[in-house]
C-alpha cells in the first residue's frame, strides 16, 4: 500500500497529530438498530473529485454522550469487505482542527454480534494528504453537535487547511466547468465582437487611406482586438467566480462559529428530552 502523503512531501512530513487518548469517546455493546429515516436505503454518496460512488445505509449505531442521545449511521459500499461498517462523521471541529468534510471510521462486529465505537480510532481520509484521492463526503445526517476531540487532527493552521486541502479540490472540481465556459466563450461570441469590431475595421480602413500602412495598422486593430475581446469575457467569466469562493469562505467561517456556539445548547435540549 502506498503512503497518500505525496512523495515530495515525505522529507518534511512531520507525522500524524492525534488528540490524547480519552477512553471516555469509545462506546461498546451498540446494537446495529434499522434505519428509520427519510432517505433512501441506496442512493450514490458524493466523492471529493465530484464523482457518485453507490453506497448503502446499513443501520445506526446510538450512543449517550453530554446528557444526550446520538446516532450515526452506518453505511457499506458494493464490493466492500464483509461485515465492515463505514462510520463516517462531522462534529464541531470539523473545518478548523479536523478535515472540514468529516473523519472516518470503520467498525466490525465483535463476537456477540454487538459494535463498539470507539472515536480514538478517527481517521482522515487518504484526500487530506493528496488530492489525487477519491474519498466519500460525510452525509450531513452524520453531523454532532459537540466537540469530537479525539482521533487524528489536521495539526495546522485553518489558513493552510484551505490552501493545501480545500482550495486543491475545488480546483480540481472546477477546472473541468471552467473550461467548458471558456471553450464555449471563444466558439460561440465574444462582447468585444458585437460591440466594437466594426468600429476598429473602419476606423483602420480611414486612417489606412491616409497614411498607407497597413501592415502595422491591421496588425495593431488585430492585437487591439484580441486583448478587449478576451479580456472583457475573461472578466465577466471570472470576476464572479471569485466573489462566490470569497463569500463560500466567509459563509464557512460564519457557520462553523454559529454551530460552536450552539452545539451547548443543543446538547443540553436533547438531554432534557430524554
Sequence with gaps: ??????????????????????????????????????????????????????????????????????????????????????????????????????????????????????????????????PKYSCPLTPAENRLPMRIEAGLALGIHPVRVFARVILPQATKIAIPNIGSMFIGMVKDTSTFTVIGLLEVVRVTQNLNSTTFQPFVLYTAAAALYVVAAFGIDTATMFVPILVLMIMAIGLNYLIGAVERRVAPWQAEIAGRDE
Excluded at 458494493?78 to 478548523?96: I, W
Design 1 to 130: 500500500m502506498h503512503p497518500p502523503v505525496p512523495e515530495a512531501e515525505r522529507p518534511t512530513f512531520a507525522g500524524l497529530p492525534y488528540y490524547a487518548v480519552d477512553p471516555d469517546w469509545r462506546f461498546d455493546d451498540l446494537s446495529l438498530e434499522p434505519y428509520t429515516g427519510d432517505e433512501p436505503s441506496n442512493f450514490q454518496i458524493p466523492t471529493s473529485d465530484g464523482q457518485l460512488r453507490p453506497a448503502h445505509r446499513a443501520g445506526v449505531l446510538r450512543f449517550e454522550r453530554e446528557g444526550g442521545r446520538h446516532g450515526l449511521t452506518a453505511y457499506t459500499f458494493d464490493g466492500g469487505v464483509d461485515e465492515s461498517l463505514f462510520v463516517p462523521f462531522l462534529d464541531a471541529t470539523s473545518g478548523t482542527e479536523t478535515y472540514g468534510a468529516g473523519r472516518y471510521m470503520d467498525v466490525e462486529p465483535e463476537e456477540d454480534g454487538t459494535y463498539s465505537l470507539d472515536f480514538n480510532l478517527a481517521y482522515h481520509p487518504s484526500c487530506v494528504y493528496d
